[in-house]
């Protein structure tokens, strides 16, 4: 076992990554150093009743900070929070967002960074072409992100996911400048986090890894960093969720999280295409879902991605390339609660038509190792109600 206090570091890849127990009690200095003197915190509904919250927010009052708190932020934040958080921003005349939480406060404080300073909707940035170049680049507002789960990775991210409402859609927002300054990474602050929730969150960090390790294009860096970001999960998952006090396992988890997310510049797939509909229409939450349909995605693509299974199997230690991995995923969803079917998300029969086609459009469909028509996806849907691999 590694000892705790060897897991403290200064990272700068992608960003200044600040690891480690206690290093929230720095984040008045790591804002200075970044000119924010008037922060936003935005977090989510939930966390904003936490301790860590209001901790923070003394931190930043005793270091001589002027910071406020938004935390009008659903579970999946939508364009409307998003709008009401900037003018917030604009009127508070703040100069930095400190995005706080799970990946809803952490997308919520970013989109709102970069919204605040812009005189377009938000829609316009959404993450097609060269959109973000319609951007202001010289008033996106720097963001300080403190990941309070292991899971998204958000901390690491140059974007935000976002539900528009009146479509019900989910679309992806980007800017470059969207990357927070810095990131705190305090594993104190996820010692609280349910364990359903771990193992949610956890397994969605996973898929992040393993979609990213399985992209077709060409990036050996990312893939490097998704093995042993699979190597982490695989090791110390189980440990957080069995121990949720556990600060070795909650350090290698939120490091972990953060390789998935800087892994998938490479590309995601169809486990997110199927996911990201799932959140728009029924609140569903993402890394649940990402964990109940990783499996028939893996089933759907073995073809193509058989041959990477073989090193994937090696490195975690694990027998019978493909199957090996597929076994160990699913009695991982087993040991964690995880359910088999779909239903636990709230989806319908009726709605898989309209699903599927969403899937099908949702834009990390284009990193899945093979194309897939809406039939597929329907079928996938449809097998996730009717006969679920368990």
């Known amino acids: 076992m590694t000892k705790p206090s060897a897991l403290t570091t200064n990272w700068n890849y992608p960003t200044a990554m600040h690891i480690g127990e206690g290093r929230i009690r720095e984040i008045a200095d790591i804002c200075k150093a970044h000119a924010i003197n008037n922060p936003l915190v935005v977090t989510d509904e939930g966390a904003a009743a936490l301790p860590f919250t209001a901790e923070i927010l003394d931190i930043c009052k005793e270091g001589g900070l002027n910071v406020a708190l938004f935390s009008d932020v659903p579970s999946n934040p939508t364009d409307g929070c998003i709008e009401v958080g900037a003018q917030v921003f604009r009127d508070g005349k703040h100069d930095g967002v400190i995005a706080l939480g799970g990946g809803s406060g952490l997308d919520a404080g970013k989109a709102i960074a970069l919204l605040a300073g812009q005189r377009r909707p938000l829609a316009d940035f959404e993450d097609v072409g060269d959109n973000w170049l319609r951007a202001n680049e010289g008033t996106i507002a720097p963001t300080i992100a403190v990941p309070t789960t292991a899971g998204t990775g958000s901390e690491v991210g140059r974007a935000s996911v976002i539900t528009f409402t009146e479509k019900h859609e989910k679309k992806i927002i980007f800017h470059p400048k969207m990357m927070p300054v810095a990131v705190i990474g305090d594993p104190a602050l996820a010692v609280g986090l349910p364990a359903g929730l771990t193992a949610a969150t956890g397994v969605d960090a996973f898929t992040h890894c393993f979609e990213a390790y399985c992209a077709p294009s060409y ?53 997110h295409s199927l996911s990201h509909p799932v959140g728009a229409v029924y609140n569903a939450h993402h890394g649940l879902a990402n964990a109940i349909f990783l499996p028939y995605v893996m089933e759907e693509n073995r073809l193509v991605i058989e041959d990477k299974m073989v090193p994937l199997a090696s490195y975690l230690g694990l027998e019978g390339g493909y199957d090996g991995v597929l076994a160990w995923v699913l009695k991982l969803r087993r040991d964690l609660g995880i359910p088999a079917g779909a239903e636990s998300l709230g989806l319908k029969k009726e709605d898989i ?26 079928a996938l849907y449809t097998r996730s109600l009717d006969d679920p691999l368990r």
């Not at 396992?249 to 797939?269: D, E, N, P, Y």
């Open 353 to 378: 038509p309209m699903l599927a086609e969403a899937a099908l459009n949702d834009p990390t469909m284009g990193g899945n190792p093979q194309p897939l028509t809406a039939d597929q996806l329907a």
């Open 219 to 271: 990036h050996p860096m990312a893939d490097g960093i998704a093995l042993e970001g699979m190597r982490l999960i695989k090791e110390w998952l189980p440990v957080a969720y069995a121990d949720g006090s556990n600060i070795e396992a909650r350090t290698h988890m939120l490091v972990a999280a953060s390789m998935g997310a800087t892994a998938f510049q490479k590309g995601l797939g169809a486990v």
